[in-house]
C-alpha cells in the first residue's frame, strides 16, 4: 500500500481506511501501472467515463491527471465533444466547464 500522503488519505484516512488502502494500492499502485495501456490513454478512458457518468466530484483531478500524462487540451476538449453525442449535452458541457477552469487557471499561473 501507498504511504505517501495521497488525496484518498488525507480525505478518508481516518474515517474510511479500508477505502483508502484499496484505492491507493489497488487502484493507483496496480491497476493504473499495468503495462497493456499508457497512462496517457488509462487517463483518455477514465476522464471519458467519469463525464459520460456525469462523476463531477472526480472529472476534475483526473482532467489534470489526464493533462499530466501527456494529454493536451486539444484532444480533451475533441473527447468531450465526441463524448456530447454519446453521453448527453449536460455530462459534456459539464466536463467542458471544468477542463476550461483548469486550463484558464494554468494559464493564469503562466502568466
Given at each position: 500500500?501507498?504511504?505517501?500522503?495521497?488525496?484518498?488519505r488525507q480525505r478518508f484516512g481516518d474515517f474510511a481506511?479500508?477505502?483508502?488502502?484499496?484505492?491507493d494500492g489497488v487502484l493507483f499502485d496496480d491497476v493504473w501501472e499495468r503495462d497493456e495501456l499508457s497512462p496517457r490513454d488509462r487517463s483518455?478512458?477514465?476522464?471519458t467515463a467519469l463525464a459520460a457518468l456525469y462523476r463531477t466530484d472526480q472529472i476534475e483531478f483526473h482532467l489534470r491527471k489526464g493533462l499530466d500524462n501527456g494529454l493536451t487540451k486539444d484532444e480533451l476538449v475533441e473527447a468531450?465533444?465526441?463524448?456530447?453525442?454519446?453521453?448527453?449535452?449536460?455530462?459534456?458541457?459539464t466536463a467542458m466547464n471544468t477542463l476550461k477552469t483548469i486550463v484558464e487557471r494554468a494559464e493564469d499561473d503562466i502568466g
Open positions: 500500500m501507498a504511504t505517501q500522503s495521497t488525496a484518498a481506511p479500508k477505502l483508502v488502502e484499496l484505492t483518455l478512458v477514465t476522464i468531450i465533444t465526441h463524448l456530447a453525442f454519446y453521453a448527453g449535452w449536460p455530462a459534456a458541457m
